[in-house]
């Protein structure tokens, strides 16, 4: 028991310290850092403050409605939307409540980017 309060307490100075930053700024561009793979089935992940992670392979992707990166830059829209505590707040309840694919954040990042470039 003692080490889920330490794990709890060590997220939440690492969440306070994203929030404190985010308060300061939160940035409009959007960086995107190639990498060569992404652990899991993932082709891509927006990690706000630092930016979005695409795997090389999709570097020269097309952006257009339904692409990895728009549907991505929804995920970088969200957070400017939500702020960064409440964008990653919402992400990882709607995680555990209901999965990756069913994430309100995920359904709304897919339904957006089909509409938004």
């Known amino acids: 028991m003692k ?3 330490k794990i709890i307490l060590v997220l939440s100075i690492i969440i306070l310290t994203f929030h404190l930053y985010s ?3 939160i940035k409009n561009d ?3 850092i190639y ?3 992404i652990p899991g089935k993932i082709m891509a992940m ?3 403050p ?3 992670f695409l795997e090389k392979k999709y570097k020269n992707e097309p952006i257009m409605p339904g692409s990895i990166l728009s549907h991505e830059k929804i995920h970088w829209l969200q957070y400017q939307e939500r ?3 409440k964008f ?3 992400y990882i309840s709607g995680l555990i409540k209901y999965g990756r694919f069913y994430n309100d954040l995920e359904k709304d990042a897919r339904k957006r980017s089909m509409e938004k470039l």
């Open 88 to 90: 990653y707040f919402e």
């Open 50 to 52: 630092f930016g979005i």
């Open 30 to 32: 959007v960086h995107i």
């Open 46 to 48: 927006t990690i706000p």
């Open 35 to 37: 990498v060569d793979k």
């Open 83 to 85: 702020g960064l505590f």
């Open 3 to 5: 080490n889920i309060y």
């Open 23 to 25: 308060i300061v700024t």
